[in-house]
């Protein structure tokens, strides 16, 4: 069970939603103000030594007074990427361009932006109700986990996940949709590792802020899908399959 926090915490707090966003979404469009090389940076490190990203996580505390990013060139590049990649299997698997197009749209929707959405909340509200340490005294400035930021760890733990289940999935989905046990067995552990490093990341995100405590409830999905995936494998369960019926049934 989750711990609860008090109630008599100051209701000051450092977050401030209403003036990042507006600035964010404005960055959106200017490319020139957009950090390109520093978001390839961070892309290649969340996959080889995500601790070091959020190092830099601190660095940005220090020096912009929040832990949220105020570029958003990581949404644009993996947003472009995951499109790029859908097309892709798209050209592979998919014989209709009116077809493809809303494949891509809802992709681009759920995949990332709508689900990213609902799970940054999620964990927003979580972290900021059971999972603040106890103030020592009710004069001290109270610290909530910004919204951005539970996006931005979202965004971070989505990206290695992008690489495993989408780019190098569609290489490998030649052998992976085929039938038979040594599919299924591939498959399911790549889903495994995937959607176990994604929920790692989670947990280094938000683990690198000083003011949570048991942080390590966001690594118990990895006990859960450690324990479903034999049971997954042995029931000829396959996830590859499974997910490519649902956007190219014809062709599988």
């Known amino acids: 069970m989750l711990p609860t926090v008090s109630k008599t915490r100051s209701s000051i707090s450092t977050s401030r939603p209403n003036a990042m966003f507006p600035q964010y979404l404005r960055r959106i469009v200017k490319w020139q103000q957009m950090d390109i090389e520093y978001t390839f940076w961070q892309m290649l490190h969340l996959c080889t030594a995500p601790k070091i990203v959020y190092q830099h996580t601190k660095y940005h505390k220090q020096t912009k007074n929040q832990w949220a990013r105020d570029d958003p060139a990581f949404v644009v590049i993996c947003s472009l990427l995951l499109a790029v990649a859908t097309v892709a299997y798209c050209a592979a698997y998919d014989h209709s361009a009116a077809h493809a ?31 603040r340490e106890e103030a020592p005294n009710t004069c001290v400035v109270e610290q909530r986990v910004e919204w951005l930021y539970a996006f931005d760890v979202h965004c971070n733990s989505f990206f290695p996940m992008f690489v495993m ?60 899908v450690i324990f479903l995936s034999p049971i997954l494998i042995l029931s000829g369960f396959n996830p590859s399959r499974y997910f490519m019926n649902i956007y190219f049934s014809r062709t599988l």
Do not use: K
């Not at 190098?168 to 959607?195: C, E, K, Q, T």
């Open 165 to 224: 289940l989408y780019v190098i999935h569609y290489f490998l989905s030649p052998l992976l949709v085929a039938h038979g046990f040594i599919p299924a067995l591939l498959s399911n552990l790549l889903f495994m590792v995937a959607a176990s490093y994604h929920h790692y990341l989670n947990f280094l995100g938000y683990d690198v802020l000083p003011f949570l405590e048991r942080t390590t409830f966001f690594l118990y999905p990895i006990g859960i």
């Open 101 to 131: 197009v809303s494949v891509v749209i809802s992709v681009l929707l759920f995949h990332f932006l709508l689900a990213g959405i609902l799970l940054a909340t999620c964990c927003w509200f979580l972290t900021n109700a059971y999972l």
